[in-house]
């Protein structure tokens, strides 16, 4: 991570960053799921942040001029001040949690969708907030899907993990693979489950 401690200009040029996964896949900063899910972790004023920095998009897709002082004010953070500044806090949150990266001396390129939600983060969410995310994913699995596809998808990920992958590196690959998030989780789950069933049985035998 490379933070964003202070700026010589007094506006930050806006790129976007392309992720043509995570664009497909990911959750405009303005949805349902980035205010139920990711609210908590990233902080308000960066999850206002975002949805700010994304909506220039709407209107300049190629990206912006960010006046800093303006922007600081409009999220409730007075004036940006120096380098430990609440608004140069949100801007260096954005980077930490791989939403934006610095572009140039004065120019941020920034993600137009969120990602779902890792395993690891998923697990320092509240008991409710976990539960409520396993509903969730288990109502994207009630969308259209073939069985085939669910099916192909475990036998992949237990192929993976006979291989010596890891369950967060055999989920990853299945959203490489362009699985459905919840598809991909369901199968890495069903793997693994399967993975650690077998060596128990081994080292029993």
């Not at 664009?23 to 799921?33: C, K, M, Q």
């Not at 260096?92 to 791989?98: G, L, S, Y």
């Not at 539960?131 to 994207?140: G, K, P, T, V, Y």
């Amino acid at each position: 991570m490379q933070p964003l401690t202070s700026f010589v200009a007094e506006t930050l040029c806006i790129r976007p960053w392309p992720d043509d996964l995570i664009d497909r896949l990911g959750f405009d900063p303005r949805s349902a799921y980035v205010e139920q899910f990711y609210l908590g972790m990233l902080g308000p004023s960066t999850t206002w942040l975002m949805r700010r920095l994304v909506a220039g998009f709407d209107t300049e897709p190629e990206g912006f001029e960010l006046p800093l002082a303006e922007t600081a004010r409009w999220l409730g953070l007075g004036d940006r001040g120096g380098r430990h500044s609440p608004f140069l806090r949100s801007i260096n949150r954005t980077i930490q949690f791989d939403l934006a990266f610095v572009s140039g001396p004065a120019e941020l390129s920034v993600r137009r969708h969120l990602p779902p939600l890792s395993r690891r983060q998923v697990v320092r969410l509240s008991s409710a907030q976990q539960e409520a995310h396993l509903r969730w994913q288990e109502e994207q699995l009630l969308e259209p899907a073939s069985e085939a596809q669910r099916r192909r998808g475990r036998h992949l990920a237990l192929n993976l993990l006979e291989l010596g992958e890891a369950f967060d590196a055999t989920e990853r690959q299945l959203l490489h693979w362009n699985y459905h998030p919840a598809l991909a989780r369901d199968a890495a789950t069903w793997a693994w489950e399967q993975h650690c069933n077998a060596l128990a049985a081994a080292e029993a035998s």
